[in-house]
């Protein structure tokens, strides 16, 4: 089963910085930024390494009258192969 959502309204995150549209205030910013590093660290606990994540590849959504990330462009992520830091190509659909 497969989710697909329409993204091309979304700003990234470095265009919500550049533009000033970011929350106000400090608790939520860190909302974003807390849910950013829960979706990182779920694709870490699934054996998956997000080799390039930048502000460029993070969407935000207003949902509910809140800003949600979304982690985009993960066609350099890997999968670790064992005890090592062998890694395999994440296979995209």
Avoid: F, W
């Amino acid at each position: 089963m497969a989710v697909v959502r329409d993204m091309t309204s979304c700003q990234t995150l470095g265009a919500a910085i550049l533009h000033q549209k970011l929350p106000q205030t400090l608790p939520e910013r860190l909302a974003i930024a807390r849910e950013v590093a829960l979706a990182v660290d779920y694709l870490h606990s699934v054996e998956i390494l997000v080799k390039r994540l930048s502000d460029q590849n993070i969407l935000l959504q207003e949902e509910r009258g809140k800003l949600v990330p979304y982690l985009t462009n993960l066609e350099s992520a890997r999968t670790v192969c064992g005890p090592g830091v062998t890694s395999l190509p994440l296979r995209t659909i």
